[in-house]
């Protein structure tokens, strides 16, 4: 599809993102530039870090640790006045990218078959060297380098379709049948062109074939790449020094491929009938769910609401003690009954708002960043964007997070607001930022590029404390200035007796019963999510993680409100806690799923990588409780304002 033929009005627009998800993932972002080259012109190959990967072969997760292109143990090439940073966004920083120059000189539609690099130094790769790169080797780890905005990618196949498709980063190295590792020393790299005419074409295409060749070599300026029939693998010697040649090729081929579509063959769709069976699946349980509260709402509470009010429109005094309507009187009960409880001030009502505004500002952030997404404002050509607009939004929709914890503090009757005002910014933030901070020192003992530097973690507390924490105190300001929200009814001076439950409706059972329905309605794309971190991979399908989080939301307010209503029928009016947890719970399977991947699918080794994937885990699993239970508690609030503003009540 033409970048021309995606330009399409609102209704059409609209109509493709709620049909064909799938679609709506390929836009590019407004105002990118192609780069035009004449023949000959020198095309600028930059190297990023060495990030583990996978194979058909060997599916596990082997480690989580990214390294610099550069780091001293590979012994990689430098350029004649060593690597220069090219500057990234602070999500590609975030994230752990470092490019860097490097001495590899391609020009323009000129083929190269055979040239050196470090013509002017012999590489040696020490016993203690050997041993590190041989483990990366075994690790499956991947070289990634990037020319023209283009990640250098291997052709790989879908195991389940068969389908080929560009496979960003290329093997360090191979493991043979036996688990002896050999070192690609020589790199063959093919580019693919579009010919606009005879002076002007741009790269639509990067292929790199990496080779083990033992008998490559540089002597008198003569450079001999090796045989790739003939030539033997090169096996790096743990117990003493390795001579390395490195060498490398570059062959041109023109393309009929448009600039505006060459990141096509990038973004391959693993598992469509799993996404497509996801969804159904998940547009299955809203449904369920939402025809059950609808039947809530529109038959028993109707017949509650018109009972309770018939019942309290009789003049009591005219009543025999033998009549029926002493009967129906009788069956005033449920969750009338507990009408001058329901308001009651919950427990902790200080933490409950932090954590209300908190959610309030990651569900703007979430759905707004996945909007921008799903438009084509965050294409993959631009590194980090995605992360890096995540982190301003999140800094921007500070003033709705102060103005939501405060407004529900008011409506709490809470009196400690100068608490609430200085910890809405802080706690959360705080608890994101200080696990962060503790799992980057563990990257920086391991000397991995994940290792966010000293200067960007300063930005981000600059960012924090110079951008969201003003917004959040303005927010909580016109928070507290807006009139409380004010109940239905009138709250008993004296608490009522809640009798005893039955063992569904139990905190810890009815939470996780209900939990699992919400993380039901996202789990596939949640996987596919964390697959892309931890793998490196383009991840780009927003047109379903778009509806997913969609049906997410319906899910979390249905689930809750159902357990609310069942709660307050049994005459507990502790459920503003409750509510808050029974859609959180559903972090419970979040990080259950996370424990069995790496209890089945991961072989990390060592501390350092077992604690950075549960540490990891575990705050995204936090900040998925904070989002869900937000979303299940303003339902239930709305829910039950609703409900009890329409009994009447003496």
């Known amino acids: 599809m033409r970048l021309r033929d995606k330009l399409l009005s609102g209704p059409t627009l609209a109509f493709l993102v709620l049909v064909t998800p799938q679609c709506t993932s390929a836009f590019y972002v407004p105002g990118v530039v192609p780069t035009t080259y004449a023949p000959g012109d020198r095309v600028q190959l930059d190297v990023n870090h060495l990030t583990p990967g996978f194979t ?171 045989d790739p029939r003939t030539s033997a693998p090169l ?48 547009a299955v349980i809203v449904v369920f769910l939402t025809g059950m509260v609808a039947s809530i709402l529109v038959r028993t509470l109707r017949k509650d609401i018109a009972r309770y009010n018939r019942l309290d429109q009789i003049n009591l005094d005219d009543l025999s003690g033998a009549s029926a309507l002493d009967e129906g009187v009788q069956e005033d009960s449920g969750w009338k009954l507990i009408h001058g409880d329901v308001f009651r001030t919950p427990s902790h009502p200080l933490l409950l708002s932090i954590f209300l505004g908190s959610g309030a500002q990651l569900f ?44 529900v503090y008011k409506s709490f009757g809470g009196e400690a607001w100068k608490q ?15 696990t962060f901070f503790l799992l980057n020192l563990f990257l920086w003992a391991k000397g991995a590029s994940g290792a966010v530097p000293f200067g960007t973690m300063l930005v981000l507390v600059s960012i924090w404390f110079l951008i ?13 200035k807006q009139p409380a929200v004010s109940p239905p009814v009138r709250t008993n001076q004296i608490p009522r007796q809640i009798p005893p439950s039955a063992t569904y409706l139990r905190p810890i059972p009815s939470t996780l019963l209900v939990g699992i329905l919400p993380y039901g309605a996202i789990f596939v794309e949640l996987s596919f999510i964390m697959r892309s971190i931890w793998f490196s991979r383009f991840f780009y399908m927003f047109g379903f993680l778009f509806v997913c ?56 080794g060592g501390v350092a990588g077992n604690v950075l994937y549960l540490g990891y885990s575990a705050l995204i699993s936090f900040l998925f409780f904070i989002l869900t239970g937000t979303i299940g508690f303003l339902a239930s609030w709305a829910f039950v304002q609703k409900i009890y503003g329409s009994i009447k009540v003496d």
């Open 56 to 226: 058909n072969k060997d599916s596990q997760l082997h480690s989580v640790l990214a390294y610099d292109y550069y780091h001293p143990a590979f012994h990689f090439c430098q350029p004649e006045n060593g690597p220069e940073m090219i500057p990234g966004s602070l999500g590609s920083t975030l994230f752990g990218d470092r490019i860097l120059t490097s001495p590899f000189e391609l020009h323009m539609a000129q083929n190269e078959s055979c040239k050196a690099l470090c013509t002017s130094e012999k590489i040696i790769i020490d016993a203690e060297s050997a041993k590190f790169v041989n483990e990366r080797i075994a690790q499956n780890y991947n070289i990634n380098w990037i020319i023209d905005g283009l990640p250098a990618a291997q052709v790989s196949t879908d195991a389940v379709s068969g389908v080929n498709f560009y496979s960003p980063g290329f093997a360090l190295g191979m493991n043979d049948d036996i688990g002896e590792s050999s070192l690609n020393n020589h790199f063959d790299i093919l580019v693919d062109y579009h010919k606009i005419d005879d002076k002007h074409m741009r790269v639509v295409g990067i292929l790199v074939e990496p080779y083990s060749r033992r008998d490559a070599t540089v002597e008198n300026g003569r450079v001999e790449c090796g």
């Open 549 to 604: 989080y969609g049906l997410m939301i319906i899910t979390c307010a249905a689930v809750t409100i159902l357990t609310v209503y069942f709660l307050l029928c049994s005459e507990n009016y502790h459920w503003h806690w409750r509510a808050f947890f029974t859609s959180g719970a559903s972090t419970v399977y979040v990080f259950a799923s996370a424990l069995l991947y790496w209890a089945t699918r991961a072989s990390l």
């Open 468 to 480: 969201s924490v003003p917004l959040s105190v303005v927010g909580s300001w016109l928070g507290f």
């Open 420 to 434: 609430n005002i200085a910890l809405t910014p802080m706690m959360v933030p705080g608890v994101v930022f200080g």
């Open 235 to 282: 096996i790096l010697n743990q117990d003493g020094e390795t001579p390395v040649t490195w060498t490398y090729g570059v062959f041109w081929k023109e393309s009929p491929t448009a600039w505006a579509t060459r990141w096509d063959k990038y973004l391959h769709v693993f598992d469509p009938k799993i996404q497509w069976f996801s969804l159904i699946n998940s």
């Open 364 to 407: 703007m952030m979430t759905g707004v960043t996945i909007i921008f997404a799903l438009l084509g404002f965050l294409s993959p050509s631009n590194r980090g964007y995605l992360s890096t607009i995540m982190v301003i939004l999140y800094t921007l929709f500070g003033g709705i997070g102060g103005y939501v914890s405060a407004r």
